[in-house]
């Protein structure tokens, strides 16, 4: 079976472009998870959805991340206008069932010039 | 608040030596999930265990084994007979109960040496 699905897997933009992250969970699992991994802030969760609905945003930076899951097999993290600071890896997760493990896509490595 | 410590930042050893890789996590619930986590170079994020708060059972598997330990609120990681593949960032992670949140340690680089 085929694993969580990233892509772009490498991004580089210029300040002020819109980004747009993809991301495909594992078929049948109805949880989408996404992080942030800086060296100074390590892994951080931003936001997540049950069942395609978001549950908490709270760790979205700030008003310039936008995600959305449309439905069940797609999701995208947007980021506009794209700063220097959002330079990081951004990894996609899923799960099955509630509390079970979760699943890493290989992340998405931004890097805004 | 749950919170995850990894004290080392970083080990490096030669091929064939066993390491241990600490992980100590605090939280409030009674209900709580540990997980271990590895990162290669290469950037993935690839899962190894997931422990719930309930089975304090040690669990060997292959070369790695997990040493879960309440009293210490500890979930130390050990790799015996070290190889170089096992070159990574190792992550434990912590989520509670009543939460789907993930809560990450800092990390610790291990680099085997041939």
């Known amino acids: 079976d085929a694993g969580v699905i990233q892509s772009p897997r490498h991004e580089v933009t210029e300040m002020g472009q819109e980004v747009t992250l993809r991301c495909k969970p594992i078929?049948?699992?109805?949880?989408l998870f996404w992080y942030r991994q800086t060296m100074m802030r390590g892994l951080e969760l931003l936001i997540y959805?049950?069942?395609?609905?978001?549950?908490?945003d709270s760790g979205m930076p700030e008003d310039r991340f936008s995600a959305k899951m449309p439905n069940a097999s797609f999701s995208t993290l947007k980021i506009q206008p794209s700063e220097p600071r959002d330079s990081a890896v951004y990894f996609c997760a899923s799960r099955g069932l509630p509390l079970e493990t979760q699943y890493f896509g290989p992340g998405t490595r931004l890097l805004v010039l | 608040a749950q919170k995850v410590t990894q004290a080392q930042t970083e080990i490096s050893v030669v091929e064939k030596e066993d390491v241990t890789l600490d992980c100590v996590y605090e939280t409030r619930d009674t209900t709580y999930y540990l997980f271990w986590y590895k990162q290669p170079p290469s950037g993935e994020l690839v899962f190894l265990i997931r422990?719930?708060?309930?089975?304090?059972q040690n669990e060997i598997s292959g070369r790695y084994s997990w040493n879960f330990q309440k009293s210490t609120s500890s979930f130390n990681f050990t790799i015996t007979a070290s190889q170089v593949v096992d070159s990574a960032v190792y992550f434990c992670a912590l989520s509670e109960g009543g939460s789907e949140k993930l809560v990450f340690g800092k990390g610790m680089k291990l680099t085997v040496n041939p």
């Open positions: 078929s049948g699992h109805n949880s």
């Open positions: 959805f049950n069942n395609n609905v978001p549950i908490d």
């Open positions: 422990r719930n708060s309930f089975d304090e």
